[in-house]
C-alpha cells in the first residue's frame, strides 16, 4: 500500500502527540559565521527524535501482535519505548556492529533483541524473514509507515512557528523525518528549502533521491543513524517530491560538528545527530534552521572529539 502523508495528521499530532517528545527546545545561535534557528531533539529519555513517529504508531495497535522491526539502534530503542507503554511485544532485529549504549536502552524497555546481520540491510532481511512466519507478527519498516513519518513531521509545524525560514537543514536516513517535516513545510512556506544531510560513506539516499527510485550502494561511515544502504522505494517516491537538495559530509566533518555542539551549544551528540551542523557551510539563506537528531554517541567518541 502506498504510504500518505497527510497534513492533517500531522496537525492533529502537532497536539496529541505525547508531550515527552513534543515542542523541544529550539533558539537561535551563531553558527558558521550566521545566526541559525536549532532544534534540540535529544532531550527526551530517548536521545532522538525516534520518539515522536514511534509513539504516533504504536497509540493505534490492537492487543496482541508482536511489532517487529530492524535498526541501527535508535528506531528500535524508540519503537520498544513505546511498546512498552502500550504493553505490546517487540521483537529488534539489531546488526553485529549496534552501539552497545543503543543496545542496552532497547534491552532496558523490555524488547526481544536479535543481534543478526553484519550490518543495517542483513538485520532487516533477518527481521522480514522472523515476521513472515506467523500472521501475529507486525512488521514495521522506518521510512514506510504514514504515521512514523507524520509524527516526525511535527518537527516542522514547531519550526515554522519561529517565524520565516529559508532553509532547513535535516539529517537523511530511511526518510521519515525529512519526508514528515518538508510534507508540512512545503505546504506552509514553499519558498523554505529543505536540504538533506548524507554521509560520503552511505550516498545510496543521495543517488536514489537523484534517480527517483531506489539505489543500492555500500555503507562505511560512523554515522549509524544515517548509514543506509538499501533505501525505501516509498521514501524515495516522497523525497523526490519534497526535498530540494542533498549534500554529503565526511567522517572527519561529523566528528568536528558533534565538537561545535558540545562548545557552542551545550549539547551531546551521535555523528549522525550533527550531521545538519556539519553541513552548514554547503547551504545557502539568511535564515537556517538545523535539527540536531540524535545523542546516543559510542562509547569514547565523545572523549575522542574533546581531545581533539
Same mark, same amino acid.
Request: hydrophobic content about 45%; glycine content about 12%; proline content about 6%.
Given at each position: 500500500?502506498? $504510504? ?32 541559525? &534557528? ?15 513517529? =514511534? ?5 493505534? &495497535? ?16 524508540? $519503537? ?8 505490546? =511485544? ?12 543503543? /543496545? ?8 526481544? %533483541?536479535?543481534?543478526?546481520?553484519? !550490518?543495517? !540491510? ?5 527481521? #522480514? ?10 512488521? %514495521? ?7 512514523? =513519518? ?9 519550526? /515554522? ?15 521519515? &523525518? ?16 529543505? %536540504? ?38 516509498? #521514501? ?8 530540494? !537538495? ?15 555542539? /558540545? ?13 545538519? /551542523? =556539519? ?10 534552521? %538545523? ?14 572529539? $574533546?581531545?581533539?
Amino acid at each position: 500500500m502506498a $504510504m500518505d502523508l497527510r497534513l492533517d495528521q500531522i496537525e492533529r499530532l502537532s497536539h496529541t502527540l505525547d508531550p515527552t517528545f513534543r515542542d523541544s527546545p529550539q533558539f537561535t545561535a551563531e553558527l558558521a559565521g550566521r545566526p541559525v &534557528l536549532v532544534k534540540i531533539e535529544t532531550m527526551n529519555p530517548l536521545h532522538c527524535f525516534k520518539g515522536r513517529g =514511534a509513539t504516533a504508531f504504536t497509540a493505534g &495497535l490492537a492487543p496482541g501482535v508482536t511489532v517487529v522491526v530492524a535498526s541501527s539502534g535508535n528506531f528500535g530503542q524508540a $519503537m520498544a519505548y513505546a511498546c512498552n507503554r502500550k504493553e505490546i =511485544a517487540i521483537e529488534v532485529f539489531l546488526p553485529e556492529n549496534v552501539n552497545p549504549a543503543k /543496545l542496552a536502552a532497547i534491552r532496558s524497555f523490555g524488547a526481544g %533483541v536479535h543481534v543478526s546481520g553484519v !550490518d543495517g !540491510d542483513a538485520a532487516k532481511q533477518h527481521a #522480514s524473514a522472523y515476521a513472515a512466519e506467523r500472521s501475529d507478527r507486525l512488521l %514495521v519498516r522506518d521510512g514506510d509507515e504514514s504515521l512514523i =513519518a507524520e509524527g516526525a513531521g511535527t518537527i516542522g509545524v514547531e519550526l /515554522l512557528r519561529a517565524g520565516p525560514l529559508d532553509t532547513v537543514v535535516v539529517p537523511v536516513g530511511d526518510g521519515a &523525518l525529512i519526508n514528515g517535516i518538508a510534507r508540512w513545510i512545503k505546504a506552509h512556506s514553499p519558498s523554505t528549502r529543505v %536540504v538533506g544531510v548524507g554521509s560520503t560513506g552511505a550516498q545510496a539516499m543521495l543517488h536514489s533521491w537523484r534517480a527517483g527510485e531506489p539505489v543500492r550502494r555500500p555503507v562505511t561511515t560512523i554515522a549509524d543513524g544515517i548509514a543506509i544502504g538499501s533505501p525505501l522505494p516509498e #521514501s524515495v517516491r516522497w523525497m523526490r517530491k519534497l526535498v530540494d !537538495d542533498i549534500v554529503l559530509v565526511d567522517d572527519s566533518a561529523l566528528l568536528a560538528a558533534m565538537g561545535t555542539a /558540545l562548545r557552542g551549544v551545550g549539547v551531546r551528540l551521535e555523528p549522525a545527530g550533527a550531521a545538519g /551542523l =556539519a553541513a552548514l557551510g554547503q547551504v545557502p539563506g539568511d535564515r537556517v534552521a %538545523v535539527v540536531l537528531t540524535g545523542g546516543n554517541p559510542r562509547p569514547g567518541q565523545l572523549e575522542a572529539v $574533546m581531545a581533539a
